[in-house]
C-alpha cells in the first residue's frame, strides 16, 4: 500500500538555523499539505500546495516559513531561522485528484530547537 | 470559525467494553468528517470519511456515525491493539485546498 515517507525522522538543531523537512508524496497525488502537532497539543495546519504553488497557509505559516517541490517528488518545508517554540511534530500529508479527497498522513518528524 | 470538540478526553476500558467517542463539530458547511487513529510518535492514520448527517462506516471493531452536529466513533469488544489517541477532523466546503481543522482527540487505553 503507498505511504508518505518523511525525512528525518528526528532531527535536532539550534536556535536560529535553518532546518528542511522532506516529504515524499503518495505517487498520482497531486494536493499537499504540512501540518505541525506541538506535543500534548492538537495537530494544526500550516499550509497547502498545489500546482506548485501555495494554495492557503495559516498564521503560523509567517515568513520564516517556505515550501517547495524542487524536483517534482519530493516535498519540502523550510524554516529558515528556527525559534524554540518551533519544536513540535511535522506531519506531511497528501491527498489524491481532487481537492476534497482523504489527506494521508506521513510518520512525521520531530523537529527539537534547542 | 470552524472547531472540533472531543470528548472525553482519556477513556480507560477492559477489554471487550464496549464505548463511544464523540466529536462535536461547527463549521461553515461540511465537507466531510475524518476519523484518524494515531499512536504515539507516530501520524495519523486514516480510518473513516463521512460526507452527510446518517451516514455510517465500519472497519472491524469500529463503527463511525455522523449527525448535523456530531459523530460516534463506537467500539464493540475492544482488545489492548486498539489502544490509540483517536482524533476527528473536519473539512469545511470553501475552495481552493481545504484544510482539515482538528480536535485534540480521545486518548483511549484497553487493559487485558
Known amino acids: 500500500e503507498p505511504e508518505v515517507t518523511q525525512t528525518p525522522s528526528h532531527q535536532v538543531t539550534q536556535m536560529g538555523q535553518e532546518v528542511i523537512l522532506r516529504c515524499v508524496p503518495i505517487?498520482?497525488?497531486?494536493?499537499f499539505y504540512w501540518y505541525r502537532q506541538i506535543l500534548g497539543q492538537k495537530v494544526e495546519f500550516l499550509v497547502s500546495f498545489y500546482n506548485n504553488e501555495i494554495s492557503e497557509k495559516s498564521e503560523i505559516f509567517d515568513d520564516q516559513f517556505s515550501v517547495e517541490r524542487p524536483d517534482g517528488s519530493n516535498f519540502t518545508l523550510k524554516i529558515r531561522s528556527t525559534k524554540l517554540e518551533d519544536s513540535a511534530m511535522y506531519f506531511c500529508?497528501?491527498?489524491?485528484?481532487?481537492?476534497?479527497?482523504?489527506?494521508?498522513f506521513g510518520p512525521g518528524t520531530r523537529l527539537t530547537v534547542l | 470559525e470552524d472547531q472540533v470538540t472531543q470528548s472525553p478526553e482519556a477513556l480507560r476500558l477492559q477489554e471487550g467494553e464496549s464505548s463511544s467517542l464523540n466529536c462535536s463539530y461547527t463549521v461553515s458547511g461540511l465537507r466531510g468528517l475524518f476519523w484518524y487513529r494515531q499512536d504515539p510518535g507516530k501520524g495519523p492514520e486514516f480510518l473513516f470519511t463521512?460526507?452527510?448527517a446518517g451516514e455510517e462506516k465500519e472497519k472491524e471493531r469500529l463503527k463511525a456515525t455522523l449527525t448535523k452536529k456530531e459523530s460516534f466513533l463506537h467500539i464493540t469488544a475492544p482488545k489492548p491493539e486498539d489502544s490509540a489517541t483517536y482524533l476527528c477532523?473536519?473539512?469545511?466546503?470553501?475552495?481552493?485546498?481545504?484544510?482539515?481543522?482538528f480536535g485534540k482527540g480521545t486518548r483511549l487505553s484497553v487493559i487485558a
Open positions: 500529508a497528501t491527498a489524491g485528484l481532487v481537492r476534497t479527497d482523504t489527506q494521508y
Open positions: 463521512l460526507y452527510s
Open positions: 477532523a473536519v473539512q469545511a466546503q470553501n475552495s481552493g485546498n481545504t484544510p482539515l481543522v
Open positions: 505517487s498520482n497525488h497531486l494536493y
